[in-house]
């Protein structure tokens, strides 16, 4: 299932330029518009529903929620859809056409796939903000995450369009509501990936009898309070690195000092790094630890990304910089797979005010990320339009939905303590931990493994065989 988390945002770009073509399509396909993939035969459904911006007063905006239906290759014997709910929040869950639109992949021989871009990704009225998620140069990529000037700008950039109290988890859920009724489906199967676990779970709190069945991969709570836990749960899975490492043959050997000599490293930052341009011109790039422990830390989120990062510390501490740098593009580079004005409109109203002052010097002491992401989540919050959440809404999500719920013991956002704490007020559900996994699966041997478990689950079968997770494991360290 590699395809489904790393496929790039420029897949967006190019389905919106595709050539309409006439097709024969089933009744609720009506208004929707035939388009071909480009470089091959398949074709999927695009269709957008007009729906009104502010929900609270009826009136005003409207904005176009798109979305794309992929139909069953077995079209006399469907079952229930699958909504697919893409993570961030910020993503756009249309990027994942490529994956699931395969003639060939299993979600779609026996249902219709549904991909619908929420409010403020996608083409549903997108909340980039050029301002964070552009940078010039190598320099401007390890700046701080939230600039002050840079948050304004885009908040006044992105007001001109957007009433940004508006873009909330329960406006995004009424959205996908009005979407299924739209195209006359009686019920409906979610798939939601990380953030979009929480969609799913006000899914099923605010439209139950809507949903038929519920898979949610690498789960958060609607309570996380984001990103109050990001330190202590990144130290978790670093430190599971760490003892990993020691316990690994050819990675102990290469790092026999691991661990010290990260504890060591936060004290030789800031580095400077030398970039030669084709002219021979050098531009000395400051590198702060703020930019390495970020970098680190969205290592951890994937099993590749966690095997080389007992070499990036060790050649670092050796003050071969130039193996972080790398990392990095040294030209341009805009990244526009999360929309980062629907992530701030999401976290400042759902989780950043309600960060508990008390706990922060608990869950920071001691950690590499220390109170990084919550001082940048603060100061960003402070100048964006807050919206408003239901007053249930950080209570636990019950429901007797079935759900499977799939968790990574390496996960560094997301771990399975969270996913035991949804589990527990969800009457049927069934928990599965995968051990080598991390916040995704990528990187991981016999992904298919758990497509066969998702499938089975939706399929409706009793006794899930789960006996291939065996067989997920993460490929060895990077050495040398």
Known sequence: ??????????????????????????????????????????????????????????????IDINFIVIPAIKKDSRLSPLFYIEGGPGAAASASVGFFADSANPYRQD?????????????????????????????????????????????????????????????????????????GYEKVSLMGLSYGTRASLVYM??????????????????????????????????NMVFDDCAKDPACSKAFPNLKTEFEQLKE?????????????????????WYAFHTKLRTMLYSPRGISRVPYLIHQTWLGKIETFADLFPKRKDTDLFIADGLYLCVTCAEDVPYIEDDKINSLTMGTFLGTYRIEQQRRAC??????????????????????????????????????KEIASTLSNSKLIIIPDMAHSFEGLENESCADKIMLDFLNGVKNINTECITTMKRGPYKTN
């Open 382 to 419: 402070k100048l964006w339009p807050r919206g408003e959440i239901p007053n249930d809404y950080l209570q636990p999500v019950k429901s007797s939905i079935p759900t499977l719920i799939l968790s990574g013991s390496f996960d560094p956002v997301t771990p399975t303590s969270m996913a």
């Open 268 to 288: 030789k930052f800031p580095f400077t790094y030398q970039l030669y341009d084709d002219n021979g011109k050098v531009t000395n790039i400051t590198i702060p």
């Open 205 to 238: 709190r605010m439209f139950p009898e809507s949903i038929d069945k519920v898979v949610l991969i690498s789960a958060v709570t609607t309570y996380a309070h984001m990103p109050q836990y990001h330190a202590a749960f990144a130290q978790q899975s670093l």
């Open 111 to 183: 249902r219709d796939v549904v991909l619908i871009d929420a409010r403020g990704t996608g083409n549903s009225n997108p909340l980039h903000c050029l301002s964070t998620q552009e940078k010039n140069n190598l320099q401007e990529q390890f700046d701080e995450m939230y600039p002050e000037a840079a948050v304004i700008q885009c908040r006044d950039s992105l007001s001109k369009f957007a009433d940004l109290t508006q873009y909330t988890t329960p406006n995004i859920i009424k959205d996908f509501e009005e979407v299924r009724k739209w195209l």
């Open 1 to 62: 299932m590699n395809k489904l988390w790393t496929i790039a945002f420029f897949a967006l770009l190019v389905l919106s330029a595709c050539l309409e073509k006439k097709a024969t399509a089933p009744s609720h396909y009506d208004e929707m518009t035939s388009i071909q993939l480009p470089g091959s035969n398949i074709s999927v459904f695009k269709g957008t529903l007009p729906v009104i911006e502010n929900r609270k007063t009826g009136k005003g905006r409207t």
